[in-house]
């Protein structure tokens, strides 16, 4: 029996379509931070508080480089100043000056991104939300926080301990990425699956408009059905309609007993079935449904994020899934686990060869470790090209299978190109990262992967951006998710909100 087992561990094809675009045109027209725009930006700043190559600043190039280049070391941008307001009146003085002067403007939180939606095309302004890091109010009773957009999400899952609370969101980069950021890019992470999206959790913002208006809809009213909801219009829009510069979001009770298991399956195709079986039995307990292919998995363990299981005991497995709980007994749910697992493991045919279950905080976050981990394991093997792509649950493994057998096709499927293909993500949302990963990012690799992952999960009649965003990756490929019509009013919505077109140019709209 499984929980024995467990005990012992414990113990122990769409048309092809073409496009032609340079997200440099977006920034036709725009102009180039200058001496005297930094000395109108000094009468609003502290001299700490601006990063300029220019005079009288004359900082090192070098200095800029965090926020000039994503941290995948893909995107790289050209900035000359970097501005960190306190204030949302000193955002709102500084957009109001870029928007007369035509400057673009990069909004950046964390700069934790995938798809460089937070770095400069070229050398736009970077206004970086990172000393505003104040938590202005939390209701103990409703559960509603209001914070700075520039709060780094494990600093607020931090703060709200104490009052038994946590943040609806999880990232494995909760450690540096904001909260304004999340909500720009509606950030969707590792539970989902319970919590919801940001879509459902922020009940107001508070935005920079880029004509300098503050919008205030920092509410922190649970109903408010009064006209046009005009915070989703945000939330998503990465940057590109407004500086988001506070949030009122509302936060979860935290559970009084979490559980995780790391389950080995012997072929894909029982990861559907469990986790039908896995909702059935854990219902309003089942917090996570996380899975990884047998690579990935291999990799976090050579770069060492954990080891969930010995050698022998993932002999066989074709991948990996990790299963959390989160419930109010930890009687109870530890009761409804272990009988999940027995049950799985008693079956006829049993779906899972094996396993290992958390007995102590330690273990579960070591569990987590590898899953968070999956992301940096990946980027210490190689230069990983990424797709953050949504396609239903049952093809997760027919798109990484395809996608390497036609690098293979194209020849780019070697030690000195393409290294690895691989597949992760949150089965419970239909969320795959596929990645593929090379020795070097080349146009040939490229040329290789695009359109072609696109027209793929066109054929699904998926989405080309689960949760990472488009920012300037995908922006010649949003024809694949959204329709003409979509795409028309989404830029006339732009146009309403930046007639100059200063917020992020280049960036979602192609």
């Known amino acids: 029996m499984l929980s024995r087992q467990l005990a012992r561990r414990v113990y122990l094809s769409a048309p092809r379509r073409r496009w ?24 609003i700043l502290p001299s700490s508080a601006i990063l300029s190559t220019l005079s009288p600043s004359a900082a090192p190039a070098e200095e800029l480089e965090p926020f000039n280049n994503d941290w995948m070391n893909k995107y790289h941008g050209k900035s000359t100043t970097v501005l960190k307001p306190r204030t949302t009146q000193e955002v709102s003085e500084i957009v109001k000056w870029c928007n007369k002067r035509r400057i673009g403007i990069v909004p950046q939180g964390g700069n934790t991104g995938l798809v460089g939606g937070g770095v400069p095309v070229k050398d736009e302004l970077i206004l970086s939300l990172s000393n505003m890091t104040k938590v202005r109010s939390f209701d103990d009773v409703s559960g509603i926080l209001v914070a700075d957009a520039g709060c780094i999400l494990q600093s607020l899952s931090d703060y709200l301990t104490p009052h038994h609370h946590i943040v609806p969101l999880d990232l494995g980069a909760k450690g540096s990425c904001q909260i304004g950021g999340n909500v720009s890019t509606n950030a969707g992470g590792l539970r989902l699956l319970r919590y919801g999206s940001l879509h459902g959790s922020v009940l107001g913002l508070e935005v920079v408009l880029p004509d300098g208006t503050i919008l205030d809809q920092l509410t922190s009213l649970r109903k408010d059905n009064t006209g046009y909801d005009l915070k989703q219009l945000f939330i998503g829009a990465e940057g590109t309609l407004g500086v988001v510069t506070g949030v009122s979001i509302l936060a979860a009770p935290a559970p009084q007993a979490s559980n995780n298991v790391m389950l080995a399956l012997p072929k894909f195709e029982n990861v559907l079935p469990l986790y039908k079986e896995t909702k059935r039995q854990l219902s309003e307990i089942l917090s996570a449904f996380e899975f990884m292919d047998r690579t990935v998995y291999d990799l976090a363990v050579k770069h060492g994020q954990g080891r969930a299981l010995d050698a022998s005991e993932v002999e066989g497995a074709e991948c990996f899934v990790l299963v959390e709980t989160s419930g109010g007994s930890r009687e109870h749910d530890e009761e409804k686990l272990n009988k999940l697992l027995e ?31 999956l992301t940096e394991a990946v980027s210490k093997e190689g230069k990983a090209y990424k797709y953050d792509i949504s396609v239903p649950l049952y093809k997760f493994k027919e798109v990484v299978d395809k996608t390497r057998e036609h690098l293979r096709q194209k020849g780019v499927l070697h030690e000195n190109a393409v290294k690895h293909v691989v597949g992760y993500g949150h089965v419970g949302d239909g969320n795959l990262h596929l990645n593929v990963v090379a020795a070097a990012y080349t146009p040939e690799i490229e040329a290789a992967l695009e359109p072609f992952v696109y027209e793929l999960v066109a054929s699904y009649k998926g989405s080309i951006s689960a949760e990472h965003g488009i920012g300037v990756m995908k922006t010649h490929a949003l024809q694949y998710s959204k329709s003409p019509t979509s795409i028309e009013w989404m830029k006339k919505i732009k146009a309403l909100f930046d007639p100059n077109g200063i917020m992020n140019p280049g960036k979602v709209l192609p």
Request: charged share 15%; proline share 5%.
């Open 20 to 43: 032609a675009h340079s997200p440099a045109a977006a920034l036709n027209g725009l102009n180039s931070v200058t001496e005297e725009d930094l000395a109108h930006f000094a009468k």
């Open 343 to 373: 049950s799985l493991m008693t079956a006829d045919e049993p779906l899972i060869n094996t396993g290992v279950l958390a007995t102590s905080p330690a273990q579960f976050s070591a569990l987590w470790a590898i899953r968070e981990g």
